[in-house]
């Protein structure tokens, strides 16, 4: 493996196709900081810059793209509450209340740092764990995918805020991803004869309009939000911040790792599923979604491990993790190669610069992301009255850009009044993002799995790691509804007894 | 009940309701050549759906109860904000009298959506180019921008953005 690994970094330290690296991430850099574009878009967009090139450089830049747009996503979550990408969702969370505080250097700083580890992590992972965990994920079967589906849905009960609220918002999700076709029967569902609706809701207009357009129009009318950033310092090597959020990095890299590798999941949930078990194991869960360190280090170290994670399947068995990785596997096969378990023997050379070129990847985010963000703060540092037409023009571009339809503009607009709308009751969006995301996942599982005995649905709870999961979504559901009574019934006693 | 929330259930339990009577309509297991048909999942999601929003109702209406007969509020207090199960946010949902926003700003999302509206549907008329030239100087007055300098610069940056980033350099289609 070492003479492999020697001989990719050889590849990769060519002129050319360092210089190509290099691009890749200054393009992913510039991508995922745009709110709409994501690295879906990027790689698509690229795709047919590729069909010119070796492979091997093809596929450094279309994977160095892909690593760097999943960390760029998080400078203008934190700094705008608009994630850049859909991973940067849950950096928000506590993300943008720092930057609300005056913290956003140090912000920033937590998300350089953590995606370059959770990256760097991933990349390890996915060199040397490749064919030990594609084994594992290959004895999941329909029902561990929906006790997973179902286990991602109890994040909700962490997100602080509402437990009901957050139930029904994930319930909101799930039927808005059940609109469109059936796959399983070709039933419209909900289409109303929309042909714009047959083909189901895209995540992009939801995640935009949720998120982005609900903050430009919640800014428009408050006056105290027209201020400028306040001057910020990028402080990526703070000791003390180290020491409190290495557990967090630890467990979300390894977490992101795990659930990255496992298809269909895609690192959008590894950075939910990291950031509830964050809250689970903090000492101060209350400061979560106030500004909490370990609420920027637990997503970003997740999302950037799920994302290397993602390509552990892809290499491995021919299978995408998730929805960039999907086109990834299109883009091979354009190349005339046909990733799956011989791939590795056949394509050596290719695989191991791809897995050399990711880890330097990772330190080039280290490297190069403090100057451009200084140079993007400049630009984001700009008074709202000009920066917000700027977002909205990003936010339309980048929703049409995706199916080329007007139709996902004015759902997005429709998504941002109603995300405007449901912050008034202090609604966790999140929720929404994470019925949608989960949705089809379990849907289709839970028919398989169902189909796989008849309609019985025992085969849940007979099957060993199907019924654990289930039963840590119940008892973790449970434990939330049931706190606030138990808190309630001790008030209770304690006013008795005084 | 606080208005928000009450107007929030309202919404949910109609359509919630709308979209049951919907899915009552799509075709059964019997009727379909898989063993579990469409109906089956958002029938679960919407019966979930409908049982957490009344829980939701009861659950504020109990903590309302609570809360009044434990502290009560004075009578010009606004509704308070519920945060969790049993806990309300005592701080009044909009602002006093001293730090309330500027009569300008209290419809300026509004026209601003107004604004975004307009300018989507102007997009199919006079062209993407102009139409953006034009929402973009008038949001930028809509948010207070009233130098002539800031006005042209976001104007000339939007445009640049638009047929130089978007269209020239990354192709990516524009409406």
């Given at each position: 493996?070492l003479e492999?690994?020697?001989?990719?970094?050889?590849?990769v330290?060519?002129?050319?196709?360092?210089?190509?690296?290099?691009?890749a991430?200054?393009?992913?850099f510039i991508?995922?900081?745009l709110?709409?574009?994501?690295?879906?878009?990027?790689v698509?967009?690229?795709?047919p810059?590729?069909?010119g090139?070796?492979?091997?450089?093809?596929?450094?830049?279309?994977?160095?793209?892909y690593?760097?747009?999943?960390?760029?996503g998080l400078?203008?979550s934190i700094?705008?509450?608009?994630?850049?990408?859909p991973?940067?969702?849950m950096?928000?969370?506590?993300?943008?209340?720092m930057?609300?505080?005056?913290?956003?250097?140090k912000?920033?700083?937590?998300g350089?740092?953590?995606?370059a580890?959770?990256?760097?992590?991933?990349?390890?992972?996915?060199?040397?764990?490749t064919?030990?965990?594609?084994?594992?994920a290959?004895?999941?079967?329909?029902p561990?995918?929906?006790?997973?589906?179902?286990?991602?849905?109890?994040?909700?009960?962490?997100?602080g805020?509402?437990?009901?609220?957050?139930?029904?918002?994930?319930?909101?999700?799930?039927f808005?991803a059940?609109?469109?076709?059936?796959?399983?029967?070709?039933?419209?569902?909900?289409?109303?004869d929309?042909?714009?609706l047959?083909?189901?809701?895209?995540?992009?207009p939801?995640?935009?309009?949720?998120f982005?357009?609900?903050?430009v129009?919640?800014?428009?009318?408050?006056?105290?939000?027209?201020?400028?950033?306040?001057?910020?310092?990028?402080?990526?090597f703070?000791?003390?911040i180290?020491?409190?959020i290495r557990m967090t990095?630890?467990?979300?890299?390894?977490?992101?790792?795990?659930?990255g590798i496992?298809?269909?999941?895609?690192?959008s949930?590894?950075?939910?599923v990291?950031y509830s078990?964050?809250?689970?194991?903090?000492?101060?869960p209350?400061q979560?979604?106030?500004?909490?360190?370990?609420?920027v280090?637990?997503?970003?170290s997740?999302?950037?491990?799920?994302a290397?994670?993602?390509l552990?399947?892809l290499?491995?068995l021919?299978i995408?993790?998730?929805?960039?990785?999907?086109?990834?596997?299109?883009?091979f096969?354009?190349?005339?190669?046909q990733?799956?378990?011989?791939?590795?023997?056949?394509?050596?050379?290719?695989?191991?610069?791809?897995?050399v070129?990711?880890?330097?990847?990772?330190l080039m985010?280290?490297?190069?992301?403090?100057?451009?963000?200084?140079?993007?703060?400049?630009?984001?540092?700009?008074?709202y009255?000009?920066?917000?037409?700027?977002?909205?023009i990003?936010?339309?571009?980048?929703t049409?850009?995706?199916?080329?339809?007007?139709?996902?503009?004015?759902?997005?607009?429709g998504?941002?009044?109603?995300?405007?709308l449901?912050e008034?009751?202090n609604?966790?969006l999140?929720?929404?993002?994470?019925?949608?995301?989960?949705g089809?996942?379990?849907e289709?599982?839970?028919?398989?799995?169902?189909?796989?005995?008849?309609?019985?649905?025992?085969i849940?709870f007979?099957?060993?790691?199907?019924?654990t999961?289930?039963?840590?979504?119940?008892?973790?559901?449970?434990?939330?509804l049931?706190?606030?009574?138990?808190k309630?019934?001790?008030s209770?006693?304690?006013?008795?007894?005084? | 009940?606080?208005?928000p929330l009450l107007?929030?259930?309202?919404v949910i339990l109609?359509?919630?309701?709308f979209?049951m009577?919907?899915t009552?309509?799509?075709?059964?297991?019997?009727?379909?050549?898989?063993?579990?048909?469409?109906r089956l999942?958002p029938?679960m999601?919407?019966?979930?759906?409908?049982?957490?929003?009344?829980?939701?109702a009861i659950?504020?209406?109990?903590?309302q109860?609570?809360?009044t007969?434990?502290?009560p509020?004075?009578?010009d207090?606004?509704?308070?904000?519920?945060?969790?199960?049993?806990t309300?946010?005592?701080k009044?949902v909009?602002?006093?009298e001293n730090n309330?926003?500027?009569?300008?700003?209290?419809?300026?999302?509004w026209l601003l959506?107004g604004?975004?509206i307009?300018?989507?549907i102007?997009m199919?008329?006079?062209?993407?180019?102009?139409?953006?030239?034009?929402?973009?100087?008038?949001?930028v007055?809509?948010l207070?921008?009233?130098r002539?300098?800031?006005?042209v610069?976001?104007t000339?940056?939007g445009?640049?953005?638009?047929?130089?980033?978007f269209?020239?350099?990354?192709?990516?289609?524009?409406?």
């Amino acid at each position: 493996m070492l003479e492999n690994l020697m001989h990719g970094l050889a590849v990769v330290l060519q002129p050319m196709n360092f210089l190509i690296l290099a691009s890749a991430v200054f393009i992913g850099f510039i991508g995922g900081a745009l709110p709409g574009i994501s690295g879906v878009i990027l790689v698509v967009i690229l795709l047919p810059v590729t069909y010119g090139m070796e492979p091997t450089s093809a596929f450094m830049l279309l994977t160095a793209i892909y690593a760097s747009t999943v960390f760029s996503g998080l400078i203008t979550s934190i700094l705008y509450r608009a994630p850049g990408t859909p991973e940067a969702v849950m950096t928000a969370f506590d993300g943008y209340p720092m930057t609300q505080k005056g913290e956003a250097g140090k912000a920033l700083g937590i998300g350089i740092l953590s995606s370059a580890i959770g990256g760097t992590v991933g990349t390890i992972a996915l060199i040397v764990f490749t064919p030990m965990l594609a084994s594992i994920a290959l004895q999941f079967s329909s029902p561990e995918f929906f006790a997973l589906a179902v286990l991602g849905l109890t994040v909700v009960a962490s997100l602080g805020g509402s437990v009901i609220l957050g139930l029904i918002g994930a319930m909101i999700g799930l039927f808005i991803a059940s609109i469109g076709i059936d796959p399983m029967t070709g039933t419209m569902r909900f289409t109303f004869d929309n042909l714009g609706l047959a083909s189901g809701i895209n995540l992009i207009p939801i995640i935009v309009g949720l998120f982005a357009i609900s903050e430009v129009l919640k800014r428009a009318g408050d006056n105290e939000s027209h201020k400028p950033l306040k001057k910020f310092r990028v402080q990526i090597f703070d000791s003390a911040i180290m020491r409190k959020i290495r557990m967090t990095l630890t467990r979300s890299s390894i977490m992101g790792v795990v659930i990255g590798i496992l298809p269909g999941i895609g690192a959008s949930t590894a950075a939910m599923v990291s950031y509830s078990e964050a809250v689970r194991w903090s000492k101060n869960p209350e400061q979560f979604g106030k500004g909490a360190a370990e609420g920027v280090a637990a997503p970003e170290s997740a999302n950037n491990a799920a994302a290397m994670g993602a390509l552990v399947p892809l290499f491995a068995l021919g299978i995408p993790g998730s929805g960039t990785t999907a086109i990834i596997l299109g883009a091979f096969i354009m190349h005339g190669l046909q990733p799956g378990p011989t791939f590795m023997v056949a394509n050596g050379e290719l695989i191991y610069a791809v897995f050399v070129g990711l880890l330097i990847v990772n330190l080039m985010v280290l490297a190069f992301a403090k100057p451009f963000i200084a140079i993007l703060s400049r630009l984001l540092n700009v008074p709202y009255a000009a920066l917000g037409p700027i977002i909205i023009i990003c936010c339309v571009v980048g929703t049409y850009s995706v199916q080329n339809s007007m139709f996902d503009v004015w759902l997005m607009l429709g998504f941002g009044v109603a995300g405007y709308l449901l912050e008034k009751i202090n609604f966790p969006l999140v929720a929404i993002i994470l019925g949608v995301v989960l949705g089809p996942i379990a849907e289709s599982e839970l028919r398989r799995s169902l189909a796989m005995t008849q309609g019985d649905p025992s085969i849940f709870f007979t099957r060993p790691i199907s019924a654990t999961l289930l039963a840590i979504a119940f008892v973790v559901v449970m434990l939330t509804l049931v706190k606030p009574l138990w808190k309630y019934y001790r008030s209770r006693q304690s006013i008795t007894n005084y | 009940m606080p208005r928000p929330l009450l107007l929030f259930i309202v919404v949910i339990l109609i359509a919630a309701g709308f979209f049951m009577s919907q899915t009552l309509q799509l075709p059964g297991s019997d009727e379909v050549s898989t063993l579990i048909g469409p109906r089956l999942w958002p029938l679960m999601v919407l019966t979930i759906l409908l049982a957490m929003t009344l829980l939701l109702a009861i659950n504020i209406l109990m903590t309302q109860r609570r809360s009044t007969a434990e502290v009560p509020l004075p009578e010009d207090a606004q509704a308070p904000r519920v945060l969790s199960e049993g806990t309300l946010d005592q701080k009044k949902v909009g602002d006093s009298e001293n730090n309330a926003p500027a009569k300008a700003s209290i419809w300026r999302h509004w026209l601003l959506l107004g604004l975004i509206i307009a300018w989507t549907i102007a997009m199919e008329y006079i062209g993407f180019l102009m139409a953006t030239a034009a929402f973009t100087a008038a949001t930028v007055w809509l948010l207070g921008g009233r130098r002539p300098l800031s006005l042209v610069l976001t104007t000339a940056v939007g445009i640049f953005m638009v047929s130089i980033v978007f269209d020239y350099l990354l192709n990516i289609p524009l409406p």
